[in-house]
């Protein structure tokens, strides 16, 4: 069981889905990387570790530039993405270090999820992992123009929760998460430093 306690000023959570309550960041890389050999583009690792949070198209969008081949359709290659990524969804396993708080505070605080995804694969990854049990609210990429590292996320996450940003702490395993929970006056907690993902 998880050695979270929660502090007495947080009176909501807010989780990030991908690579904090999933484990889906190895099954996006791989399908990225199909799409990547298919149109003939590189896809490298730490460029997909580092705009982890950010939107697909928009990923796609600026490695397309920064490699040169800005005539290669960043809405085809996402979408593409996305369907190589839903037939990798059933090997999707949940991680046991937020599942665990999640299960633990379930009915004692309001619990939230905000995610730079699209509701195409949030809802598949919290069916798969069950978390759509516990946690009812849900912002996608849908609901907000700006997305991480702007706090727009999990400022609506906050606003729907009806608690005061201040007392929110995000769960979260990427830099634009970090960055999107600070600007948004919140705490936050890096879950990587409890789960690792294997690529």
């Known amino acids: 069981m998880s050695s979270f306690v929660l502090p007495d000023h947080i009176k909501g959570l807010i989780f990030d889905i991908d690579g904090t309550l999933a484990d889906t960041m190895p099954a996006h890389y791989r399908a990225s990387v199909r799409v990547a050999k298919e149109f003939g583009f590189e896809f490298p690792l730490d460029y997909f570790i580092k705009m982890a949070g950010i939107p697909t198209t928009d990923v796609f969008r600026e490695l397309l530039k920064l490699q040169g081949k800005s005539h290669i359709s960043s809405e085809d290659a996402s979408a593409l993405k996305e369907k190589y990524y839903l037939e990798e969804v059933p090997s999707i396993l949940p991680i046991s270090y937020t599942m665990n708080i999640v299960k633990k505070y379930v009915g004692q605080i309001p619990m939230s999820m905000g995610t730079g995804g699209t509701l195409e694969i949030a809802i598949p990854n919290i069916k798969q992992i069950g978390v759509d049990k516990y946690i009812d609210i849900l912002v996608s990429a849908e609901d907000v123009t700006k997305h991480k590292p702007f706090p727009d996320t999990f ?25 999107a929970a600070e600007a948004g006056g919140m705490e936050w907690i890096d879950v990587t430093k409890f789960h690792a993902p294997v690529y």
């Open 155 to 179: 400022l609506e996450c906050a606003k729907r929760m009806n608690i005061a940003p201040e007392q929110c702490l995000v769960f979260e395993d990427a830099v634009n998460g970090f960055k």
